[in-house]
């Protein structure tokens, strides 16, 4: 199922891949990326591209869908964990607001759409 939802993500134009350590951050944006599993391994992007991440299906242990309350909008995340509760990657929802700050309501649908194939949390 991990693999399904990361597919259905990266269907989605304009979601930032993040994986994130205390060294470095890596951000890829999610437009044309493709999607690959080799045992353990799920690759997203092309392998020899400018860019690609390779996530080990056997550590991610469940995913969460986020709406977390900023300053002045919302931000839509699905967020993926290990055992310990330690994010391993996130796949942000950008371009969800218009100039003027009003929620698009398209964007919001794509997001509404996951939660309600997934739920709000997936244990892997």
């Known amino acids: 199922m991990l693999f399904e939802l990361l597919s ?6 304009d979601v930032l891949l993040i994986t994130k350590n205390n060294g470095a951050t890596c951000e890829i944006r999610s437009n044309f990326l493709t999607i690959r599993q080799k045992e353990k391994w799920i690759t997203i992007g092309d392998n020899d591209g400018p860019a690609h991440m390779h996530v080990n299906s056997e550590i991610i242990s ?3 869908f986020i ?6 909008k919302i931000s839509f995340s699905i967020r993926f964990f290990d055992e ?3 994010r391993i990657v996130a796949a942000f929802f950008t371009k969800m607001y218009d ?6 309501s398209k964007r919001k649908v794509l997001y509404d759409s996951l939660y309600e194939k997934y739920s709000s949390k997936i244990e892997f």
């Open 99 to 104: 100039d003027s700050k009003n929620l698009i």
């Open 8 to 13: 259905d993500i990266i269907k989605v134009d």
């Open 62 to 64: 469940f995913a969460e």
């Open 84 to 86: 310990n509760d330690e």
């Open 67 to 72: 709406q977390e309350q900023k300053t002045d």
